[in-house]
């Protein structure tokens, strides 16, 4: 049972890798990428930059560039890496039926099994007692869950900190679960220079630990239990994990001793969080709440029955996964410095209660399978007409036609499935329109999750925008880097040292991109001594046309949401973009024709 079980999450590693890895390198780094990519490429040259507050990922990052040679695949390998091995650690949870994250039992015992729970008549096409393996199973279930999150695939791809810190800070809680003090400080000192996410997301836990032992308070056998518990025993846990914590900061933190100010950036990332509740990161809320909406509908539908569930039978994990949730959802909206992408500390509570939901409806009724399987295509169908309406609505959006129709038979297919679904459950059989409606939307739910979990990736079309980096994305770097490389070739030729000057340009991610060449940052331009190539902001033309020769560059887009229609970026992705241009001028005497 093990072994298969294990084969699942193997898998789901496979598909998370897949979602990760496959264009990591395509997108070009934005400006708050460049920036710590370029740290971490200063340490891989022996140089002792300023660090930011994500050490972690700088430190990390360094080793291969310092093996190989820098690139944007490189720069995203370790947040691709952690994003991918996040998928394990629903194993260390789901080992037993119905677990706590915080390690408390249930309030009292289920009265009843309840719609969708495993009955005698019902068998589970994995093999085995339904009643053994459910609760394992949704370790797996949460492991294509994670695989497939658009935000987790999203901060996968991103050059930052923030995975390793989601991933080693749940590590740690895993390895503390079961007494490996060891493994749990070696993980929870990774997280800690992860950066400024892991001080939200121990903010969120701390506050639902100290909610949950008000509004949850334990049974006289749970306070009998825990004084047997020997409080020795944890100190001495405490002390080997703090031990091993503070081994991982020194050596990891200082990349073994070779970049001692990485322990200094430690205490900036704290100081960066605080800082966040000052000044505002210019996120509106409805982005956060949209985001939500727009790549969660999944985790929402299955984690907001999971959790009336848990309320009805008291279910004491499902209550904190629920009160996780809504903290997590509060403290993120009234953040000033919040981004989209901190919402996957709401999320990660979401997916594990839809896991558990979810897995009520993985067997099969013994009796009216025929006509559980047509609720099924019922359902399939009522929701790919739901979806064609969608599309269509934001195709008439697009070209400002009327929505009226559209939006009238959206409103029909849905309010159809709600009818037919109830009219089954009444004439029919409730197990029958539980599990073929449960089935169908899952299925469909599933597939707009990938797709969305497919665009978060970066990859879905050119001109696809989405919320989870507020960074002006960064285009045409592959054809600014071919004509410099091209006019510095002549140059080189010519047996003149090649430079480039950066004028009025503030964009590490033109210096990131530029990084194989000589570039100098400079406040004045010296037509004394005119550099080969110059890049200037569009406006920066004056005392240079005479001398150089430009080519201009649409260097960053930022979307104008003001004029944006909501369901045209739904279904398209597509928001109206504002951009900023560059020039790169070459003196005129690199060129040929200037030379005869």
Known sequence: MKSRQFIYYFIAFLLALGLRFIGLGAVPLTDKEATLALQALAIAKDENPLLSGQPGYILLTSIPFYLFESSNFLARLIPALAGSLLVFVP???????????????????????????????????????????????MGAIAAFLLAIAPGLIAISRQANGTMLAITCGLFARAMWKHKKPQLAGIFAGLAL????????????LSLTWALAQTLLPESKAEITEASETSEHSVKDDLKVAAIYEGGTLLLVGTLFFQSPNGLSALFTSLVEFLNGWRFSSGVPIAHIFGGLLAYYPLALLFGIIASVRGIIQHERAALELSLWALVGLLIVAFYPSHQVSDLVWVGLPLWVLSAREISRYLHIPRDDRNETFGVFALTVLLLSFTWLNISGAAAAAAIGAALTTRMVLLGGSLLLLILSLVMIAIGWSLETAVFGGAWGVTLMLGLYTLSAGWGSSGLRTPKGIELWDNAPPVTRTGLLVDTVDTVLNRAQQNAKTPTISVYGVDSPALLWALRNFDVNTVGALDLNTPPELVITPIGEQAGLATSYRGQDFVWRQLPDWTVANSLTWLVLREVPMQSEQIILWGRSDLFFDSQN
Not at 123 to 136: H, I, K, L, M, Q
Not at 193 to 204: D, F, H, N, R, T
């Open 193 to 204: 220079l992860g950066g400024a996410s892991i001080w939200l997301g121990l903010l969120i």
């Open 91 to 137: 194993y260390f949870f789901f080992e037993s039926p119905l677990p706590s994250l915080l390690e408390k039992k249930p309030l009292r015992a289920p009265s009843g099994e309840g719609i969708g729970l495993a009955k005698r008549d019902t068998f589970s096409p994995f093999g085995g007692d339904v009643r053994r393996t459910e609760g394992a199973w």
